[in-house]
């Protein structure tokens, strides 16, 4: 009975009424229910607006007639629509909501949702094909009721088509509960890169913002918020509860969790602080001691170094043991007992270098450092100077207590061109 090449959307199916075998009105469609988790895009349900209420029936249990008309299969009859069920809403959840377009790396506004017919066991299947964000959806929606239905389709198909394939689509929910039995996880959106995802965050309302960031990895969430503009990621720390927040900060680079923190209240941070891992907290509070503006509050301490006796092989392993971000790390230092800057080996020196060779032999003949209480623009002048990758920095004593690493120097430049 279905015409196969009539895929609809969820504006012309909206309203259109439901009768049964014998022609009597059973109901008018209010909304498509769609699945979650392994049953995603799949349409679960065609919601009616009966006189019983809203009530479900499931789409393969619905025929499209010639005209159009929508028909219940023999002894089919509409349940009442349960509000524990799993389902996403299509006009309720996606219509004139933001997106994430997940392939766009973008916040875009549903204008309409493309749905489609497929063959399944005997029976077919309607499924979303795709989100409609262009003026097409927009102006099917607006002419609906004002023109007849062949009318709008053919000034429709005018119009040049913005789609998102459903796979592309990351939907956003602030309710918390929701999101849960939803199973909105936000996979796709925690594979792009840290300043993509931050792009997509400083597109969003506050509320969106909480609901993106406690849905991801922490570890994504850190490295997405270490590229938010920093009053900005004051905004998006006070949202959170202090739990939510140290979860975060505990997987931030110490010198940018402390940067952040410092932007905040005493209370707030000192709240924050209660919340971490001693160890993780200990780092940062050591940091929050020193000026913004000297290398110690520009530096990291998460570095590596290893004794000045040791060989090749044991640096190596010094980076496998690294539980830092491994990719920022560009040398390695070595110390004496008492932790005194001995020597700065370069990375590609050393693992170019056999396993039996002591670093001590591949140690820059004269290497950069800097003091601890070093104002930040004499930091950035040696990175100018000496084109550095990182910059060891010592306390008084000659002792390592941290690195500046260039994206910090650049952070600062931007900041104050």
Request: charged share 30%.
């Amino acid at each position: 009975m279905r015409d196969l090449r009539a895929n609809p959307t969820l504006t012309t199916m909206l309203g259109t009424p439901v009768t049964d075998g014998e022609g009597r009105l059973r109901g008018r469609v209010s909304d498509l229910a769609v699945g979650t988790g392994a049953e995603a895009g799949k349409v679960a349900g065609l919601v009616l607006k009966t006189r019983h209420g809203l009530e479900l029936v499931a789409a393969i249990d619905v025929l499209q007639t010639p005209s159009g008309a929508l028909e219940l299969r023999p002894e089919v009859s509409p349940k009442p629509l349960r509000g524990e069920d799993n389902f996403i809403l299509l006009r309720q959840d996606l219509l004139d909501r933001q997106i994430i377009d997940v392939h766009g790396r973008k916040v875009v506004r549903v204008n309409d949702v493309d749905l489609q017919w497929f063959p399944q066991n005997g029976s077919e299947d309607l499924r979303v094909r795709e989100v409609e964000v262009g003026l097409r959806g927009a102006v099917r929606r607006l002419l609906k009721g004002a023109l007849p239905k062949q009318a709008i389709d053919s000034l429709a198909r005018k119009i040049p088509a913005r789609v998102i394939p459903w796979e592309f689509v990351d939907m956003i929910e602030v309710d918390p509960a929701r999101r849960v039995k939803l199973n909105i996880e936000h996979e796709r959106l925690a594979q792009l890169h840290p300043s993509d995802i931050a792009d997509i965050l400083e597109d969003l309302a506050p509320a969106e913002r909480e609901a993106i960031l406690t849905t991801l990895d922490e570890e994504v969430a850190a490295e997405a918020l270490e590229e938010v503009e920093p009053k900005l990621q004051k905004v998006m720390m006070e949202g959170l509860t202090s739990e939510a927040a140290a979860g975060i900060v505990e997987e931030m680079d110490p010198s940018a969790a402390a940067d952040l923190l410092a932007e905040l209240s005493d209370a707030r941070t000192e709240a924050i602080l209660e919340e971490m891992d001693p160890e993780e907290r200990q780092e940062v509070e050591e940091l929050l001691e020193f000026r913004e503006d000297s290398a110690a509050g520009r530096m990291t301490t998460a570095y590596v170094s290893v004794p000045k006796s040791a060989f090749v092989a044991d640096g190596i392993q010094a980076l496998r043991d690294f539980d830092g971000d491994i990719e920022t790390i560009t040398e390695i230092y070595l110390v004496d007992e008492s932790d005194v800057l001995q020597g700065v080996v370069p990375l590609a020196r050393m693992v170019l270098a056999l396993p039996e060779t002591r670093l001590d032999v591949l140690t820059e003949p004269r290497f950069i450092s800097c003091e601890a209480d070093a104002h930040q623009q004499q930091v950035a002048e040696l990175f100018d100077k000496y084109n550095l990758r990182a910059l060891p920095v010592v306390n008084s004593a000659g002792k390592l207590v941290g690195a500046v690493e260039a994206d910090h120097v650049i952070a600062f430049l931007r900041a104050n061109r």
